[in-house]
């Protein structure tokens, strides 16, 4: 007896002691395979400068779908690790269309605010029906408010891979929304102009996303001619240049200040259009327009940082289509049909730039060669293996979309549509006679980035009513591709000098349960749950009483 209370005595001190030490020492394992619950160190430090409560609220909650069940979990679990780091991060889980009176108000007022519903149908026990769900988390901090999309679509993709995805994305998408409801000191972006370049209003989409973390600004390459130095001053005050279509060519002074910018650290990206041609021009009598070269005179300044963006069309097989009407007045119609000079690009996951990606819309897109020389260059994105090149000048005419493709004669795929330089870059004028004198010029370089597009639509929103749509939406098919996300990572990936960006390289796998095992072997499963336990209980019954009477027994 004495013996027996000692033992519990043991027992109950031990606890006591595990119990103290663990409100004093708190750690947390991570037991996954891939380490998901494991915060990168840049995520990490997104959390570590919040001295006030951020409050989250995540509107996944109530009666969800299987599939929002499993990312609602997820993201639970992640938020716990990024509160586990900073007592201030507070989150809770709500249920936006729990009531059901005045419902239609609130899913339009959600609408309102740019949170856009996922339509699920659910097929359980033979019957089907449909679902509205708002994946989305509000991020609060000081009276500002960000939104993080939660459902990560791609097109083709099934449920177990929408979710992966889905996962895979969350760690990036709340230390970048920590980072930006929490930034200080945003760095400059210039939009140049001067060149033709597209108008603030086929650029406003983008211009909107990305000025809530940094600052903009345009400068005017005109002044060039009238005072370079004064121009050259003003574009050492940013920190990146975009430069949405040029269309008019660049003079050797304008190229020789551009230059200078990129030698002294500033970060470009350079969206080009090689070749003029518009599909606006083919609606006409005829249904006609002549593809024609467009002269940038920038072939020169592009070789030197290893690139040559070519004068030709991609004439892609992935293609995403146009609407065009038939009919008149009433009777109109308005039918999609395939065009082959807009390729549906798909991202091929190689660089935290185009990881987990929906597939992006290039429109009359030209090809990149990379040249040799001792700049990294990384192709994000390439045409299919089906596509082909076409020269110019070149008739292009809508009446293509009634004569069915010859597939053999698109055997020269994989045209390089976009590229990331990277290095110690030379300037394109090293060992030239410079064309305009400049003070604070150099030869040599540090570390630099730059990106070139071969196609200037990339950046362009479409417009309706005068106000620009979303980048990515084309209001004609109803579809959405990837573009201002690509943009948008683009521009961080270029600016970022913590290594947030890179944790969308980060890789997971969420294990699912095979859909059709389960209806097919439903019934042999619920037997063995209800059998398995009451067949034990009886055995260990059965072994116990066989044991007392053992022992015990006559």
């Not at 779908?65 to 499993?70: G, R, S, Y």
């Not at 939104?147 to 891979?161: F, S, W």
């Not at 540090?446 to 639509?457: F, Q, R, T, Y």
Request: hydrophobic share 40%; proline share 5%.
């Amino acid at each position: 007896m004495k013996q027996s209370l000692l033992s519990i005595g043991k027992a109950i001190l031990v606890l006591v002691i595990v119990n103290v030490a663990g409100h004093y020492v708190y750690t947390r394992f991570d037991l996954t395979e891939d380490k998901r619950y494991t915060l990168s160190q840049p995520a990490l430090n997104s959390v570590q400068e919040f001295q006030k409560p951020v409050i989250i609220d995540v509107l996944l909650d109530g009666n969800l779908p299987p599939e929002f069940i499993k990312l609602k979990g997820e993201t639970q679990q992640l938020l716990e690790e990024f509160a586990a780091e900073n007592k201030n991060i507070k989150f809770n889980f709500v249920n936006p269309l729990e009531e059901e009176e005045g419902s239609e108000n609130i899913i339009a007022e959600l609408r309102q605010l740019g949170l856009t519903p996922a339509n699920v149908t659910i097929e359980e026990n033979g019957k089907v029906s449909q679902e509205i769900v708002f994946p989305w988390a509000l991020v609060n901090y000081n009276n500002t408010t960000v939104k993080i999309p939660l459902l990560k679509n791609k097109l083709g993709a099934n449920t177990e891979e929408r979710v992966n995805n889905s996962v895979q994305h969350l760690e990036y998408a709340f230390a970048n929304a920590f980072v930006k409801i929490n930034l200080k000191d945003k760095k400059r972006v210039a939009v140049i102009k001067g060149n033709g370049e597209l108008e603030d209003i086929y650029i406003a989409d983008y211009l909107t996303t990305i000025r809530d973390y940094y600052n903009l600004g345009a400068i005017t390459l005109d002044s060039v001619a009238t005072n370079p130095q004064k121009v050259l001053d003003q574009l050492k005050g940013f920190d990146l240049a975009i430069i949405a279509k040029p269309t008019q060519a660049f003079t050797d002074a304008e190229k020789y200040v551009m230059d200078q910018f990129v030698v002294n650290g500033g970060k470009t990206i350079w969206l080009i259009d090689e070749v003029a041609m518009e599909l606006d021009s083919l609606f006409n009598e005829n249904g006609s327009a002549f593809a024609l070269q467009r002269d940038l005179n920038l072939n020169d300044f592009f070789f030197k940082y290893g690139v040559r963006v070519n004068p030709v069309l991609v004439n892609d097989l992935y293609f995403t289509q146009i609407v065009l009407a038939t009919g008149e007045g009433n009777d109109s119609e308005y039918n999609p049909v395939p065009w082959y000079y807009n390729p549906m690009v798909f991202s091929r996951d190689n660089h935290p730039i185009n990881n987990n990606l929906e597939a992006v819309r290039f429109q009359f897109a030209n090809s990149i060669d990379t040249l040799p020389n001792s700049y990294k260059k990384t192709i994000l994105y390439w045409s299919s293996p089906l596509s082909k090149v076409e020269g110019t000048p070149r008739e292009i005419t809508l009446s293509t979309i009634n004569t069915p493709p010859v597939k053999e004669s698109y055997n020269n795929g994989n045209q390089p549509l976009a590229v990331l330089i990277e290095g110690e870059f030379n300037s394109a004028f090293l060992n030239r006679v410079k064309p305009i004198p400049l003070k604070g010029t150099r030869e040599k370089g540090e570390a630099n980035k730059m990106l070139v597009i071969a196609d200037g639509d990339l950046i362009k929103n479409q417009v309706r009513n005068g106000r620009p749509l979303e980048l990515g939406y084309d209001k004609w098919t109803n579809n959405f591709f990837g573009n201002k996300e690509f943009l948008v990572n683009s521009i961080n990936y270029l600016l970022d000098d913590n290594g947030l960006i890179n944790i969308r390289n980060k890789k997971v796998a969420i294990p699912f349960l095979d859909e059709k095992k389960i209806v097919d072997q439903k019934s042999k499963w619920q037997y063995i749950n209800i059998g398995l336990p009451v067949a034990l209980i009886l055995l260990f019954g059965w072994l116990f009483n066989a044991y007392r009477k053992k022992k015990y027994g006559a």
